[in-house]
């Protein structure tokens, strides 16, 4: 039994922590392993800081764990940070959670290891969620169909649908299990990938309108406004999904997404298709990520990020 296993096994209560505005990994790793740790008679909840919204197209998981940050309770046995090993990547929960007896991290991106007193790192996972689901499996605890969906959503988001380089043998022989526990993954893919709302078609029109390719290095770029966001209707994490409509130019070998998520904030989503390692770019702005996906924060102009980029691109 590893050191993460053994603490959550000798914990009665524990709260889970995924990074701020979470994707379908996140989301998935808090929610499992907190119903699981329910099903094992554990006293679990899970939350991520403001804003507090679960987007849409996520909406189908039992979200009967989730608490609001302010009601993260501070005195726990464990807490534990999921797909993050960045204690700024939490927000505001970061004091709560270090007020656990024991902070725990479990996450697949690469890691300092200087947050958290036992971290639990592994890059070769294709997603968190198959972190998760090792320690639920060694523990012992009930994998329901409710705790299934939310593993399989963390890898199927994360996979690109099993697409992208980072999915193994090992990750379709866990999401085989997953399958053979209940997961339904035909309502997943509709409520995933094949729905959006109308104002969606604005939004894409406005992005992709203005994508410029830089032909001298194989790059693809556009950016997104608040007045794009005002036009659409939509609020800024249903915007989530554009990157992967910037990076289909078969001409281009990165892809970078600006968007402006208030005065002065930038949000910078890069891919790669595998000769540049986007995550070295995403770090000289202070984000992170893997080989073919990152992102980051940055304060300075669109055009000045644009200038950084195509410096340190070959």
């Known amino acids: 039994m590893g050191p993460g296993v053994a603490l959550l096994d000798g914990a009665s209560t524990i709260g889970i922590v995924g990074h701020v505005n979470p994707d379908g990994d996140a ?15 554990k006293s679990a909840v899970a939350s ?13 998981l039992d979200s009967s764990v989730l608490v ?56 070769t996972a294709s997603a968190t969620t198959e972190i998760v689901y090792d320690v639920i499996t060694d523990l012992g605890w009930p994998i329901t169909p409710a ?27 866990i999401t ?24 969606y078609y604005e939004l894409a029109s406005r992005v992709l309108g203005r994508a410029i390719l830089d032909r001298d290095h194989s790059f693809v ?13 939509l609020e800024y994490h249903e915007s ?10 078969r001409d281009a070998q990165v892809a970078c997404l600006l968007k402006v998520r208030g005065p002065g904030v930038v949000k910078g989503s890069l891919r790669s298709r595998g000769a540049v390692d986007v995550a070295a770019v995403a770090r000289t702005f202070g984000g992170g990520g893997h080989h073919n996906a990152s992102g980051f924060t940055s304060h300075d102009s669109i055009e000045s990020i644009v200038e950084q980029v195509v410096a340190q691109l070959p």
């Open 147 to 173: 705790v299934a969906t939310a593993l399989y959503v963390g890898i199927v988001t994360d996979t690109g649908r099993f697409q992208y380089s980072s999915t193994t043998p090992r990750t379709h022989r």
């Open 68 to 123: 609001e940050a302010s009601a993260f309770p501070r005195d726990l046995d464990v807490a534990v940070a999921v797909d993050t090993s960045a204690r700024d990547r939490v927000g505001a929960l970061a004091e709560s959670m270090e007020d656990a007896r024991s902070l725990l991290v479990l996450d697949h991106h690469i890691s300092d290891g200087k947050w958290g007193d036992v971290v639990v790192v592994d890059p």
């Open 240 to 249: 989530d999904a554009l990157i992967d409509l910037v990076r289909l130019a």
């Open 27 to 41: 989301l998935g790793s808090m929610i499992g392993l907190a119903l699981a740790a329910r099903e094992a008679g």
């Open 221 to 233: 770029w556009s950016h997104m406004t608040m007045d794009d966001l005002a036009a659409s209707g």
């Open 176 to 199: 085989a299990e997953l399958l053979e526990r209940g997961v339904d993954q035909a309502v997943i893919g509709q409520r995933l990938f094949e729905e959006a709302p109308f104002g």
């Open 48 to 60: 991520f800081d403001d804003p507090f919204i679960v987007p849409e197209e996520l909406s189908f």
